[in-house]
Structures are given as structure tokens and as C-alpha cells.
């Protein structure tokens, strides 16, 4: 899906260095009159925009949810116990690409937070401590959060995942939300902003540690955690970073083996769909190159916690693992509800798009609009390219594999590209929603929307449970131990796969 304005993905990373303004937020009262008029407003986006809005949820129970929430506000309430209803409405949308931020000004707003200061990462149900960056200098690597401010991790993770986004009853991409400094994000949101933590802890032998941490600004958290000597093992494992996102090497120790890793799909002056795929094409051809003349007969793709990009990108990568001769389709249809919303203003469409809407949908007998095949080259049978791969293909996968990634691996799976190893992914096998979007204000509270405009339909086949991601062919999880030991569990069960050959 072409890319999204999603700011949250760069909290999963690593916290923003923002301004020092105080959360004038954290002070705000909405009255009653305030939230209807928003909720109206929230409503009216979501019903005459979002082309899945009703995707997995029936109309009459999602209208029953919604009438149930409104009249809940029946008296003021604090901006963010309103936002956290908000929350709560998007998430049961199950749409990955519907989100709701506390404001536009997202750099500002996440510069004037003091939030836990911790990066932690979700296993097995439990979060681990990869970054401290408190004043604390006990808390080390691999040590495991049990309670903050007298509440189990389990109760908060039960919490956020509640109110996070995702696709359909893909339980594991909630995971998401728990890592990094979204964690930190929907722990202020939605839980509390206190001004210091009381924190236990139990390190990898098993023992409890008890801890008192002030909360902090994101820009100090950050520093911290390049700076801090307790993290010093941490940042040489989980602190490496590469300026090329697309990279082809040659491991050791697997026999005539090419790994391909994808970062994402996008990159620098990949402006256009037409762009990003000439982009990919140009990586591929050259890496077929190489490939060819090392004599590979194995290839392995690495999409895991690709969080997508351009379709056009993912669409190219695979016309060089097909397995067939002729063309397929990778998308069976794309549409939309409306041609002609007042909030088409508010969206990413360029001038000439807006112009043309009308030309490129036609109207269906249920009221939808199908976005023309002529207009999009996506859409039309994709063609396998003479120098594709034809040895054994590995795909690693996990549940932060979504949009473009998650879209590429269903039809890898539909298609019999090769094996898939590793998790879940985080898009619906069947498609989701994406390629452009709108993002809209709410008029009292400020809080801001985005939603997608296209409905993506798969050209998968077989048998599949609706809502649920790709499911790789070998389900291979994390273990609590590999965080310490810097152990790619998922990468070695597929070299060891290559090995028995």
C-alpha cells in the first residue's frame, strides 16, 4: 500500500527528540456537547469513507456499538478518558491503517510528555527490558517487567491491545504496540501519566528487583540509551543500523545460499508507484546478477517487521520468485464507497488524482466504486520475469510484517512461491485497507484521524480463516533467551532447513 503518514511507526523504533512544552492535554475538560459533536464527526468520516468499516463487523451491531459509546457522554470528562473511547471505536474497526493521534502536531505533543523510560519487547506474553534508560543503572538486558505502579504487565497489556489498531483477529501484530516507545505512548494514553514509576523487576535468574524511576522526557530516555554503560551489550546487539534498506549477502554458513533482506518498501526519490517499482526492479536485477554467479540454488527473503510501503515494490519482488510461466494476479479487485466525499479535501490524493476519481471508478450494483484495471497496472496480471530465481525460496515472517509485506506474503503463500517461516503476519491474508488516506482534525478535541479510502481483495486461493494473516508454513517463535544470547532463532531453523537438503 502506497505509504501512510504513520508517525507511530517511528515511536516503534526509538522515542522522537521533541520540545519541552508542558502536555496541556493532560488539563483538558471536554464537555458532554464537545464529545458528541466529535463523535458525530468521527462517525460521519468513518461511514461515508472507510471502505471496510463494516468489513468484520455487521452494520447492525457496529451501529449498536457506536450508539452505546455516544451515550456514554453524558457528563465532562478529561481529554484523555474521551480519547481513550476513540480508541476504542478504531480499534474495533480492525483496520490496521485506521488510527487516531492526540493532535496533528505529533512532534510537538510527543516532545512535551514524560513517559517510562524503558524500551521493552513483547515475548510469549511478556515484556523484557532491551534499553534502560532511567537512572536506575541496575536494570540490564533480558530483565522482565512484572508490575508497574502496582499493575501486573499482564492487566496494562490486556489494556493496550484493547485499543490498538490492527487487522482483523490478528491477536500477535497487538504486539506492536507493546514494543519501544509505543508502549510508553499507550501506557500515558491510556493508563496514566504519573509523574515517577514503582517498578518490579525480575532479571534472567529469576529474582525480583524493586525500583522507584521518574517519569522523563522522550529526548532524555533516548540519549539514555545510547549513553548509559548498563546498555553498552544492548547497543551492539540491537543498536546496529544499516544505510541501505534492501541488502543482498552471502551467508557462511549455508551452502549456495543468497539472503535478501527488505527493510521496507520504499527509498529515496521513489515518489510514484511507477518510481518505486522501476526502483525494486533496477535492486533486483543487479542482485540476480550476483546471485547467478555465485551459483545459488537457495534464496532467502527476510520481510520481518517490514511495515510495507508501495504495493508496486512488493508486486516487483515477487514477479522474480514466481514459479509459473504466465501471468497472475496478485490483487483481484480494489474499490472504494464514495467518489465524491467533502473529505477527499483532507486526503493524500494529488491534484490530477482528485480531478480524475470519477474516471477511474465505476460504479457497481452494490453501491461501491471498483477502481478500473486500465488505470492501474497493480491490478492487471503480473507477468514472471525472465530472470527470475528458479531454485528453493525461504521467506522469513513475522507479526510485524503488515501492509505492502503482509499483502506480498499472501500471494507468495497463494502462489507457492517457496517456504514461510517464522509468525503471523500482521495484514489480513485476504486483503485490507490502504493506498491512500485521508487525515482529519476533530473539531473540539483536536484528536487526529486517519483512515484509508481503497478496499484491497487478494487474489488468494484455498481454504483460509478470515481475519487472520498469512500463517507461515513453519511456526517459529522468540524465546526469552535469545534476547541475551543475540540469537536469530527463526534465520537458523531456515539454514538449517538448507543444510538437511
Known sequence: MKQPRHLFLILLLSPLI??????????????????????????????????????????????????????????????????????????????????????????????????????????????????????????????????????????????????????????????????????????????????????????????????????????????????????????????????????????????????????????????????????????????????????CTNLIIDVRSNPGGWDSQGIELFTYLMKQDTAVRYYRKMHAIGDSSEFLAYSDLSVEDKKNVKKQLKKEPDGTFSLLEEFSPDLQPQQPKPNRFKGTVYILQNERSFSTTSEFLAACKTYQVGSLVGMECGGAYEGGNGASFIHVELPCSKIQIGSPLVFYSNATRGEFEQGRGTIPDHIVTIEPQDLLNNYDRQLEFVKKMINKK
Not at 450508539?67 to 480519547?83: A, G
Not at 504496540?177 to 494514553?189: R, V
Open 18 to 295: 521533541g520540545l519541552t512544552q508542558p502536555d496541556s492535554l493532560a488539563t483538558k475538560i471536554l464537555s458532554p456537547e464537545q464529545m458528541q459533536k466529535d463523535f458525530n464527526y468521527l462517525r460521519k468520516i468513518l461511514t461515508e469513507t472507510h471502505p471496510g468499516f463494516y468489513r468484520y463487523l455487521p452494520k447492525e451491531k457496529m451501529d449498536a456499538k457506536l450508539d452505546s459509546v455516544y451515550q456514554s457522554f453524558d457528563k465532562p470528562l478529561p481529554f484523555y478518558s474521551f480519547y481513550k473511547s476513540v480508541l476504542y471505536v478504531i480499534a474495533n474497526v480492525r483496520c490496521a491503517h485506521t488510527n487516531a493521534l492526540p493532535t496533528a502536531d505529533f512532534n510537538r505533543y510527543i516532545g512535551s510528555i514524560r513517559t517510562f523510560p524503558f524500551f521493552l519487547f513483547p515475548i510469549d506474553n511478556k515484556l523484557y527490558v532491551i534499553f534502560n534508560g532511567s537512572t536506575d543503572p541496575q536494570i540490564t538486558l533480558g530483565y522482565e517487567l512484572v508490575q508497574l505502579n502496582g499493575r501486573s504487565s499482564e492487566s496494562i497489556m490486556q489494556t493496550i491491545k484493547k485499543h490498538y489498531w490492527s487487522d482483523g483477529y490478528i491477536e500477535v501484530s497487538k504486539n506492536t504496540a507493546l514494543q519501544g516507545g509505543l508502549f510508553c505512548l499507550f501506557y500515558y494514553t491510556l493508563i496514566e501519566h504519573p509523574d515517577q514509576f514503582d517498578v518490579e523487576f525480575k532479571d534472567p535468574n529469576g529474582n525480583l528487583y524493586l525500583t522507584t524511576v521518574p517519569a522523563q522526557k522522550y529526548g532524555v530516555t533516548e540519549r539514555a540509551y545510547t549513553k548509559n554503560k548498563i546498555n553498552q551489550k544492548a547497543n551492539q546487539l540491537y543498536n546496529q543500523r544499516h544505510k541501505q534498506p534492501w541488502r543482498l549477502s552471502f551467508p557462511a554458513d549455508a551452502p549456495s545460499t543468497a539472503l535478501l533482506r527488505f527493510d521496507g518498501f520504499g527509498g529515496n526519490g521513489m515518489t510514484t508507484s511507477e518510481k518505486a517499482r522501476l526502483g525494486m526492479k533496477n535492486f533486483m536485477d543487479v542482485a540476480m546478477k550476483k546471485i547467478e554467479s555465485k551459483k
